[in-house]
Protein backbone atom coordinates (compact mmCIF):
# COMPACT_ATOMS: atom_id res chain seq x y z
CA UNK A 1 0.00 0.00 0.00
CA UNK A 2 1.36 3.11 -0.85
CA UNK A 3 1.07 6.09 1.75
CA UNK A 4 2.32 10.02 1.33
CA UNK A 5 3.16 10.48 4.99
CA UNK A 6 5.30 13.72 5.44
CA UNK A 7 8.29 14.14 6.59
CA UNK A 8 7.56 16.01 9.78
CA UNK A 9 4.89 13.73 10.43
CA UNK A 10 7.35 10.37 9.83
CA UNK A 11 9.27 12.28 12.81
CA UNK A 12 6.48 11.32 15.12
CA UNK A 13 7.34 7.43 15.94
CA UNK A 14 3.53 6.51 16.15
CA UNK A 15 2.85 7.69 12.74
CA UNK A 16 6.27 5.79 12.08
CA UNK A 17 4.81 2.69 12.83
CA UNK A 18 1.61 3.04 11.36
CA UNK A 19 3.57 4.02 8.16
CA UNK A 20 5.16 0.53 7.94
CA UNK A 21 2.25 -1.02 9.05
CA UNK A 22 -0.02 0.43 6.29
CA UNK A 23 2.84 -0.26 3.67
CA UNK A 24 2.99 -3.96 4.19
CA UNK A 25 -0.70 -4.05 3.35
CA UNK A 26 -0.70 -5.89 -0.27
CA UNK A 27 -4.81 -5.17 -0.60
CA UNK A 28 -5.39 -8.59 -1.14
CA UNK A 29 -8.52 -9.11 1.22
CA UNK A 30 -8.32 -12.43 2.64
CA UNK A 31 -8.42 -11.34 6.20
CA UNK A 32 -12.24 -10.48 5.02
CA UNK A 33 -13.01 -13.68 5.03
CA UNK A 34 -12.50 -14.63 8.99
CA UNK A 35 -13.11 -11.47 10.00
CA UNK A 36 -16.25 -11.79 12.45
CA UNK A 37 -17.86 -8.10 11.60
CA UNK A 38 -17.75 -8.34 7.91
CA UNK A 39 -18.51 -12.49 8.27
CA UNK A 40 -21.94 -11.08 9.86
CA UNK A 41 -22.36 -7.28 8.25
CA UNK A 42 -21.12 -8.24 4.92
CA UNK A 43 -19.91 -4.40 4.55
CA UNK A 44 -15.94 -3.50 3.71
CA UNK A 45 -15.99 -0.85 6.04
CA UNK A 46 -16.61 -3.35 8.39
CA UNK A 47 -13.43 -5.71 7.62
CA UNK A 48 -9.62 -5.22 8.31
CA UNK A 49 -8.96 -3.89 4.61
CA UNK A 50 -11.49 -1.37 4.99
CA UNK A 51 -10.70 -0.33 8.41
CA UNK A 52 -7.37 0.06 6.99
CA UNK A 53 -8.33 2.70 4.38
CA UNK A 54 -10.30 4.80 6.20
CA UNK A 55 -7.84 5.02 9.43
CA UNK A 56 -4.69 5.54 6.74
CA UNK A 57 -7.24 8.36 5.45
CA UNK A 58 -7.02 9.70 9.01
CA UNK A 59 -4.36 9.52 10.02
CA UNK A 60 -2.42 10.76 6.38
CA UNK A 61 -4.60 13.83 6.92
CA UNK A 62 -4.05 14.69 10.23
CA UNK A 63 -7.81 14.97 10.82
CA UNK A 64 -9.87 14.45 13.67
CA UNK A 65 -12.14 11.26 13.51
CA UNK A 66 -15.56 10.88 11.56
CA UNK A 67 -18.18 9.38 12.95
CA UNK A 68 -17.72 7.44 9.94
CA UNK A 69 -14.41 6.33 11.28
CA UNK A 70 -15.73 6.28 14.53
CA UNK A 71 -18.55 3.81 13.80
CA UNK A 72 -16.39 1.21 12.21
CA UNK A 73 -13.54 1.23 14.58
CA UNK A 74 -15.65 0.75 17.23
CA UNK A 75 -17.22 -2.32 15.60
CA UNK A 76 -13.74 -4.04 15.53
CA UNK A 77 -13.50 -6.37 18.03
CA UNK A 78 -9.27 -7.00 18.03
CA UNK A 79 -10.01 -10.05 17.76
CA UNK A 80 -6.99 -10.04 15.47
CA UNK A 81 -8.27 -13.14 13.22
CA UNK A 82 -6.84 -11.38 10.35
CA UNK A 83 -3.66 -11.18 11.70
CA UNK A 84 -3.47 -15.25 11.52
CA UNK A 85 -5.20 -14.81 8.10
CA UNK A 86 -3.14 -12.10 6.79
CA UNK A 87 -0.04 -13.68 4.31
CA UNK A 88 2.13 -10.09 4.37
CA UNK A 89 2.08 -10.10 8.40
CA UNK A 90 0.18 -6.97 8.85
CA UNK A 91 0.19 -5.63 12.51
CA UNK A 92 -3.67 -4.80 12.37
CA UNK A 93 -3.06 -4.82 16.52
CA UNK A 94 -0.94 -1.66 16.51
CA UNK A 95 -2.61 0.16 13.67
CA UNK A 96 -5.91 -0.31 15.12
CA UNK A 97 -4.67 0.89 18.86
CA UNK A 98 -3.36 3.45 17.32
CA UNK A 99 -6.74 4.69 15.83
CA UNK A 100 -8.26 4.07 19.35
CA UNK A 101 -6.01 6.96 20.83
CA UNK A 102 -6.66 9.20 18.12
CA UNK A 103 -10.32 8.79 18.01
CA UNK A 104 -10.13 9.13 22.03
CA UNK A 105 -7.98 12.12 21.34
CA UNK A 106 -9.63 14.03 18.16
CA UNK A 107 -13.75 13.07 18.52
CA UNK A 108 -16.69 14.03 21.12
CA UNK A 109 -18.55 11.14 21.53
CA UNK A 110 -22.26 11.56 22.41
CA UNK A 111 -22.39 12.53 26.03
CA UNK A 112 -24.21 9.37 27.51
CA UNK A 113 -21.28 7.12 25.55
CA UNK A 114 -18.62 9.32 27.01
CA UNK A 115 -20.48 9.04 30.29
CA UNK A 116 -20.41 5.22 29.91
CA UNK A 117 -16.57 4.52 28.67
CA UNK A 118 -15.51 6.86 31.50
CA UNK A 119 -17.18 4.71 34.30
CA UNK A 120 -16.00 1.35 32.49
CA UNK A 121 -12.38 2.74 32.65
CA UNK A 122 -12.72 3.64 36.17
CA UNK A 123 -14.39 0.85 37.80
CA UNK A 124 -13.39 -2.28 35.86
CA UNK A 125 -9.26 -2.35 35.98
CA UNK A 126 -9.86 -1.75 39.83
CA UNK A 127 -11.51 -4.89 41.74
CA UNK A 128 -12.89 -2.62 44.77
CA UNK A 129 -14.62 -0.74 42.84
CA UNK A 130 -15.90 -3.26 40.42
CA UNK A 131 -17.49 -5.80 43.30
CA UNK A 132 -19.15 -2.88 44.90
CA UNK A 133 -20.54 -1.98 40.97
CA UNK A 134 -21.71 -5.60 40.80
CA UNK A 135 -23.45 -5.48 44.19
CA UNK A 136 -25.43 -2.26 42.55
CA UNK A 137 -26.02 -4.08 39.53
CA UNK A 138 -27.13 -7.31 40.92
CA UNK A 139 -30.35 -5.50 42.75
CA UNK A 140 -30.59 -3.59 39.27
CA UNK A 141 -30.81 -6.47 37.33
CA UNK A 142 -34.16 -7.53 37.14
CA UNK A 143 -35.47 -4.28 35.49
CA UNK A 144 -32.64 -5.20 33.11
CA UNK A 145 -35.78 -6.45 30.35
CA UNK A 146 -37.54 -3.32 31.00
CA UNK A 147 -34.81 -1.30 29.09
CA UNK A 148 -34.83 -1.18 25.05
CA UNK A 149 -32.31 -3.72 22.80
CA UNK A 150 -29.82 -2.05 20.88
CA UNK A 151 -26.65 0.33 21.26
CA UNK A 152 -28.35 3.24 22.56
CA UNK A 153 -26.99 4.09 26.58
CA UNK A 154 -30.15 2.55 27.87
CA UNK A 155 -29.34 -0.48 25.41
CA UNK A 156 -25.91 -0.60 26.84
CA UNK A 157 -27.03 -0.81 30.42
CA UNK A 158 -29.20 -3.55 29.70
CA UNK A 159 -26.78 -5.40 28.01
CA UNK A 160 -24.04 -4.90 31.10
CA UNK A 161 -27.00 -5.50 33.51
CA UNK A 162 -27.76 -8.81 31.63
CA UNK A 163 -23.95 -9.71 32.04
CA UNK A 164 -23.92 -9.45 35.83
CA UNK A 165 -23.63 -12.78 37.78
CA UNK A 166 -26.34 -14.34 39.36
CA UNK A 167 -24.09 -14.63 42.33
CA UNK A 168 -21.15 -13.34 43.64
CA UNK A 169 -18.32 -14.98 45.02
CA UNK A 170 -16.18 -13.48 47.91
CA UNK A 171 -12.89 -12.59 47.75
CA UNK A 172 -10.20 -15.21 47.52
CA UNK A 173 -7.93 -15.43 50.26
CA UNK A 174 -5.03 -17.44 47.91
CA UNK A 175 -4.80 -14.48 45.24
CA UNK A 176 -4.89 -11.36 47.92
CA UNK A 177 -2.27 -8.36 46.83
CA UNK A 178 1.35 -9.17 48.49
CA UNK A 179 1.40 -13.02 48.84
CA UNK A 180 4.07 -15.52 48.53
CA UNK A 181 2.91 -19.19 48.01
CA UNK A 182 5.52 -21.42 48.73
CA UNK A 183 6.36 -24.50 46.47
CA UNK A 184 5.43 -27.79 48.06
CA UNK A 185 8.85 -29.54 48.38
CA UNK A 186 11.85 -28.47 46.50
CA UNK A 187 11.54 -24.98 44.97
CA UNK A 188 12.11 -25.42 41.02
CA UNK A 189 11.11 -22.45 39.95
CA UNK A 190 9.63 -19.03 40.69
CA UNK A 191 7.10 -16.88 38.95
CA UNK A 192 4.77 -14.02 39.33
CA UNK A 193 0.99 -14.46 38.89
CA UNK A 194 -0.93 -11.76 37.47
CA UNK A 195 -4.12 -11.41 39.60
CA UNK A 196 -5.85 -9.47 37.13
CA UNK A 197 -9.12 -7.05 37.87
CA UNK A 198 -12.45 -8.05 36.99
CA UNK A 199 -11.55 -12.12 37.04
CA UNK A 200 -10.62 -11.87 40.76
CA UNK A 201 -14.29 -11.06 41.40
CA UNK A 202 -15.81 -12.92 38.64
CA UNK A 203 -14.13 -16.01 39.02
CA UNK A 204 -11.39 -16.40 42.05
CA UNK A 205 -11.53 -19.71 41.55
CA UNK A 206 -9.40 -19.56 38.36
CA UNK A 207 -6.27 -17.53 40.18
CA UNK A 208 -6.96 -20.29 43.12
CA UNK A 209 -6.62 -23.66 40.75
CA UNK A 210 -3.36 -22.17 39.23
CA UNK A 211 -1.61 -21.06 42.40
CA UNK A 212 -2.58 -24.99 43.87
CA UNK A 213 -1.03 -26.64 40.55
CA UNK A 214 2.10 -24.71 40.42
CA UNK A 215 2.84 -25.07 43.93
CA UNK A 216 1.89 -28.67 43.67
CA UNK A 217 4.70 -28.99 40.69
CA UNK A 218 7.39 -27.23 43.05
CA UNK A 219 6.63 -23.73 41.30
CA UNK A 220 6.48 -20.86 43.57
CA UNK A 221 4.28 -18.43 43.29
CA UNK A 222 4.05 -14.29 44.35
CA UNK A 223 1.27 -11.96 43.73
CA UNK A 224 3.37 -9.01 44.31
CA UNK A 225 1.33 -5.85 45.91
CA UNK A 226 1.29 -3.54 43.38
CA UNK A 227 0.79 -5.34 40.20
CA UNK A 228 -3.06 -5.27 38.81
CA UNK A 229 -4.76 -4.45 35.87
CA UNK A 230 -2.68 -5.54 33.02
CA UNK A 231 -4.17 -2.12 31.29
CA UNK A 232 -5.89 -4.03 28.06
CA UNK A 233 -9.54 -2.65 29.33
CA UNK A 234 -8.58 0.90 29.04
CA UNK A 235 -5.96 0.59 26.42
CA UNK A 236 -8.62 -0.81 23.79
CA UNK A 237 -11.05 2.08 24.34
CA UNK A 238 -7.86 4.30 23.69
CA UNK A 239 -7.26 5.64 27.09
CA UNK A 240 -3.81 5.80 27.08
CA UNK A 241 -2.66 7.63 30.00
CA UNK A 242 -4.92 5.06 32.67
CA UNK A 243 -3.67 2.34 30.40
CA UNK A 244 0.15 3.32 30.27
CA UNK A 245 -0.11 4.12 34.23
CA UNK A 246 -1.53 0.36 34.92
CA UNK A 247 1.28 -1.41 32.76
CA UNK A 248 4.18 0.82 34.62
CA UNK A 249 3.20 -0.10 37.83
CA UNK A 250 2.79 -3.97 36.49
CA UNK A 251 6.73 -3.55 35.26
CA UNK A 252 7.64 -1.93 38.27
CA UNK A 253 6.28 -4.53 40.33
CA UNK A 254 7.43 -7.71 38.73
CA UNK A 255 10.87 -5.72 38.09
CA UNK A 256 11.35 -5.67 41.79
CA UNK A 257 10.35 -9.14 42.39
CA UNK A 258 12.90 -10.30 39.29
CA UNK A 259 15.74 -8.22 40.97
CA UNK A 260 15.33 -9.30 44.35
CA UNK A 261 14.11 -13.03 44.23
CA UNK A 262 14.30 -13.74 40.48
CA UNK A 263 11.27 -14.77 38.44
CA UNK A 264 11.41 -17.53 35.82
CA UNK A 265 7.94 -16.45 34.40
CA UNK A 266 5.33 -13.98 34.34
CA UNK A 267 2.16 -16.65 34.41
CA UNK A 268 -1.17 -15.17 33.11
CA UNK A 269 -3.93 -17.33 33.10
CA UNK A 270 -6.38 -14.49 31.44
CA UNK A 271 -5.13 -14.66 27.47
CA UNK A 272 -6.55 -11.42 26.92
CA UNK A 273 -4.34 -9.86 29.39
CA UNK A 274 -1.37 -12.32 28.48
CA UNK A 275 -1.40 -9.99 24.66
CA UNK A 276 -1.12 -7.08 26.51
CA UNK A 277 1.52 -7.63 28.74
CA UNK A 278 3.37 -9.92 26.02
CA UNK A 279 3.05 -5.80 24.41
CA UNK A 280 4.56 -3.86 27.10
CA UNK A 281 8.05 -3.64 25.37
CA UNK A 282 6.31 -2.24 22.21
CA UNK A 283 3.91 -0.09 24.52
CA UNK A 284 6.72 1.43 26.03
CA UNK A 285 9.69 1.38 23.77
CA UNK A 286 9.70 5.35 23.47
CA UNK A 287 10.08 5.69 27.34
CA UNK A 288 13.69 5.69 28.02
CA UNK A 289 13.36 5.02 31.55
CA UNK A 290 10.95 2.14 30.50
CA UNK A 291 11.85 0.39 27.72
CA UNK A 292 14.70 -2.10 28.71
CA UNK A 293 12.50 -2.94 31.64
CA UNK A 294 9.40 -3.67 29.82
CA UNK A 295 10.71 -5.72 27.46
CA UNK A 296 12.33 -8.13 29.83
CA UNK A 297 9.02 -8.50 31.09
CA UNK A 298 7.20 -9.04 28.14
CA UNK A 299 9.71 -11.49 27.61
CA UNK A 300 8.91 -13.27 30.72
CA UNK A 301 5.39 -13.01 30.05
CA UNK A 302 3.50 -16.36 29.51
CA UNK A 303 0.07 -17.89 29.30
CA UNK A 304 -0.24 -20.82 31.97
CA UNK A 305 -0.40 -23.53 29.16
CA UNK A 306 3.21 -22.27 27.37
CA UNK A 307 4.28 -22.36 30.97
CA UNK A 308 2.11 -25.78 32.45
CA UNK A 309 3.38 -27.38 29.11
CA UNK A 310 7.31 -26.35 29.30
CA UNK A 311 7.50 -27.86 33.12
CA UNK A 312 6.06 -31.10 31.98
CA UNK A 313 2.53 -31.20 33.51
CA UNK A 314 0.85 -34.88 34.44
CA UNK A 315 -2.60 -35.74 35.78
CA UNK A 316 -2.89 -37.76 38.55
CA UNK A 317 -6.59 -38.58 38.84
CA UNK A 318 -8.11 -41.38 36.62
CA UNK A 319 -9.33 -39.99 33.61
CA UNK A 320 -13.08 -38.44 34.41
CA UNK A 321 -15.05 -39.55 31.35
CA UNK A 322 -16.12 -36.13 30.27
CA UNK A 323 -16.04 -34.48 26.79
CA UNK A 324 -14.59 -31.06 26.67
CA UNK A 325 -15.55 -28.43 23.74
CA UNK A 326 -12.09 -26.34 23.77
CA UNK A 327 -12.76 -22.98 22.99
CA UNK A 328 -9.77 -20.88 21.43
CA UNK A 329 -10.23 -17.46 22.99
CA UNK A 330 -9.07 -15.21 20.24
CA UNK A 331 -6.62 -13.40 22.77
CA UNK A 332 -4.61 -16.91 22.83
CA UNK A 333 -5.05 -18.04 19.22
CA UNK A 334 -4.78 -15.47 17.21
CA UNK A 335 -3.06 -12.22 19.61
CA UNK A 336 -0.25 -15.08 21.46
CA UNK A 337 -0.17 -17.80 18.52
CA UNK A 338 -1.03 -20.52 21.54
CA UNK A 339 -3.51 -23.53 19.55
CA UNK A 340 -1.90 -26.90 20.54
CA UNK A 341 -0.67 -26.24 23.96
CA UNK A 342 -4.51 -26.04 25.88
CA UNK A 343 -5.51 -28.89 23.59
CA UNK A 344 -2.98 -31.15 24.32
CA UNK A 345 -3.14 -30.83 28.07
CA UNK A 346 -6.61 -31.59 28.38
CA UNK A 347 -6.24 -34.33 26.14
CA UNK A 348 -3.09 -35.74 28.55
CA UNK A 349 -5.04 -34.77 31.77
CA UNK A 350 -7.85 -37.87 30.08
CA UNK A 351 -10.50 -35.36 28.93
CA UNK A 352 -12.32 -36.12 25.16
CA UNK A 353 -11.34 -32.75 23.61
CA UNK A 354 -13.51 -31.60 20.85
CA UNK A 355 -13.47 -27.78 18.69
CA UNK A 356 -16.53 -26.81 17.05
CA UNK A 357 -16.63 -25.34 13.78
CA UNK A 358 -15.38 -21.53 13.00
CA UNK A 359 -13.48 -22.30 15.92
CA UNK A 360 -11.41 -18.88 14.80
CA UNK A 361 -14.61 -16.81 15.07
CA UNK A 362 -14.83 -14.26 18.52
CA UNK A 363 -17.48 -15.28 20.44
CA UNK A 364 -18.00 -11.40 21.00
CA UNK A 365 -16.98 -11.33 24.40
CA UNK A 366 -13.75 -8.79 23.56
CA UNK A 367 -13.25 -6.95 26.71
CA UNK A 368 -15.84 -4.19 27.43
CA UNK A 369 -17.24 -4.83 23.30
CA UNK A 370 -20.41 -7.25 24.55
CA UNK A 371 -21.65 -4.08 26.32
CA UNK A 372 -20.59 -1.49 24.47
CA UNK A 373 -21.84 -2.90 20.96
CA UNK A 374 -24.47 -5.49 22.37
CA UNK A 375 -26.03 -6.40 19.39
CA UNK A 376 -22.96 -7.74 17.15
CA UNK A 377 -22.02 -9.24 20.63
CA UNK A 378 -25.08 -11.50 21.16
CA UNK A 379 -25.15 -12.63 17.41
CA UNK A 380 -21.69 -14.05 17.72
CA UNK A 381 -22.31 -15.62 21.28
CA UNK A 382 -25.29 -17.32 19.82
CA UNK A 383 -23.35 -18.49 16.71
CA UNK A 384 -20.67 -19.55 18.96
CA UNK A 385 -22.58 -21.61 21.37
CA UNK A 386 -24.80 -23.12 18.05
CA UNK A 387 -21.69 -24.47 16.92
CA UNK A 388 -20.40 -25.82 19.93
CA UNK A 389 -23.76 -27.37 20.78
CA UNK A 390 -23.19 -29.22 17.73
CA UNK A 391 -20.52 -31.48 19.27
CA UNK A 392 -22.55 -32.70 22.18
CA UNK A 393 -20.18 -32.03 25.07
CA UNK A 394 -20.07 -32.06 28.51
CA UNK A 395 -18.59 -28.39 29.30
CA UNK A 396 -16.89 -26.18 27.91
CA UNK A 397 -13.20 -25.20 28.50
CA UNK A 398 -11.60 -22.17 27.76
CA UNK A 399 -8.56 -19.84 28.99
CA UNK A 400 -10.26 -15.92 29.00
CA UNK A 401 -12.24 -14.84 31.86
CA UNK A 402 -14.11 -12.98 29.30
CA UNK A 403 -15.21 -15.76 27.13
CA UNK A 404 -16.67 -17.50 30.26
CA UNK A 405 -19.01 -15.15 30.69
CA UNK A 406 -19.90 -14.59 27.62
CA UNK A 407 -20.55 -18.07 27.03
CA UNK A 408 -22.22 -18.58 30.58
CA UNK A 409 -25.92 -19.33 31.13
CA UNK A 410 -25.92 -23.52 29.03
CA UNK A 411 -23.13 -25.42 29.49
CA UNK A 412 -20.69 -25.32 32.56
CA UNK A 413 -18.06 -23.09 31.10
CA UNK A 414 -15.22 -24.31 33.09
CA UNK A 415 -11.23 -22.47 32.49
CA UNK A 416 -8.78 -24.90 31.18
CA UNK A 417 -6.43 -24.46 34.55
CA UNK A 418 -9.40 -25.43 37.18
CA UNK A 419 -9.65 -28.58 34.76
CA UNK A 420 -6.06 -29.48 34.95
CA UNK A 421 -5.82 -28.87 38.63
CA UNK A 422 -8.35 -31.45 39.21
CA UNK A 423 -6.73 -33.78 37.44
CA UNK A 424 -3.88 -33.02 39.26
CA UNK A 425 -5.10 -33.76 43.06
CA UNK A 426 -7.13 -30.42 43.41
CA UNK A 427 -11.20 -30.00 43.78
CA UNK A 428 -13.76 -30.64 41.28
CA UNK A 429 -14.61 -27.25 39.42
CA UNK A 430 -17.84 -26.34 41.20
CA UNK A 431 -20.05 -25.33 38.48
CA UNK A 432 -20.08 -28.90 37.12
CA UNK A 433 -22.50 -31.39 38.26
CA UNK A 434 -21.95 -34.06 40.47
Known amino acids: ?44 LDSPRGRIYLIKDMLENARPATEEVVRHVDRCLSCLSCMTTCPSGVHYMHLVDHARRHIEDTYERPAGERWLRRV ?13 ALLGAWVARPLARLLPSGTSLAGRLRA ?5 PARLPGPSVLDRPGATHAAQGPRKLRVALLAGCAQQVLAPQINEAT ?5 RLGVEVVVPKAAGCCGALTHHMGQHDPAIASVKANVAAWTQELEN ?43 ISEFLTRIGYAPTAAPPGLTVAYHAACSLQHGQKITNEPKALLKRAGFTVKEAAEAHLCCGSAGTYNILQPEIAGQLRDRKLANIARVKPDLIATGNIGCMTQLSGGTPVVHTVELLDWMAGGPKPANLPA
Open 1 to 44: MQTSFTEAQLRDPEIKVANDILRSCVHCGMCTATCPTFVLLGDE
Open 211 to 215: IRLLT
Open 160 to 164: MLALT
Open 120 to 132: LGFVLPHPGRFRV
Open 261 to 303: GGLDAVVINASGCGTTVKDYGFMLREDAAWAEKAARISALACD
